[in-house]
C-alpha cells in the first residue's frame, strides 16, 4: 500500500537548499562574483522551488547586484553577501564596513547617472531594513519567490 506523502515529512526549501554565505574583499570584480554566487543559489533553490514568475530569478540578482555595488562604491572594504530561502520568498543580507545607512538619491541622467540603485532595491522588495553594527552594516532584503 502508498500513502502520499505528509506535509510533515517534506523537507522546507530551506532544509532542501541550505543558506548561501560568501565573502568578498571588495574590488569592483567581485560585484559580479557575488551575482554569480547568488545565480549558482538560486539554481539550487528553483530546483527545490521553482520561482513563481520569471521575473523573480532577475530581480534578485537584480538586488544582489546593486547592494554588492552599493558596498563597493560607497564602503570600501571586504562585504560578505547570505542568502537564505523563506516561506514565500528570498532573504538576502549583505554585511558590508560603514556604518552609515543608505539613502536615496536623486536620479540625475544628465550628470552620469546614478542615484537609482537604491530606489531599484526598495520597488523590487516586499521588505527592506537596515541594521547598524559597530563594525557596520547589515542591509536586509526580503523578495518574493
Known sequence: MTTDPRPEDALSAEEEVGSLSAAFDGALRHVTQARLAAEGFLGAMARA??????????????????????????????????????????????????TTRPAPRPFR????????????????CTQVSVVVRPDGKDVHAFLPW
Open 49 to 98: 522551488s521553482p520561482p513563481t514568475s520569471p521575473d523573480s530569478w532577475y530581480d534578485v540578482l537584480l538586488v544582489v547586484n546593486e547592494l554588492a555595488a552599493n558596498a563597493v562604491q560607497y564602503a570600501p572594504g571586504p562585504f560578505t553577501l547570505h542568502m537564505r530561502p523563506t516561506f514565500d520568498g528570498v532573504h538576502v543580507t549583505l554585511h558590508d564596513t560603514s
Open 109 to 124: 541622467p544628465g550628470k552620469g547617472g546614478g542615484g537609482i540603485g537604491w530606489h531599484l532595491v526598495h520597488a523590487l
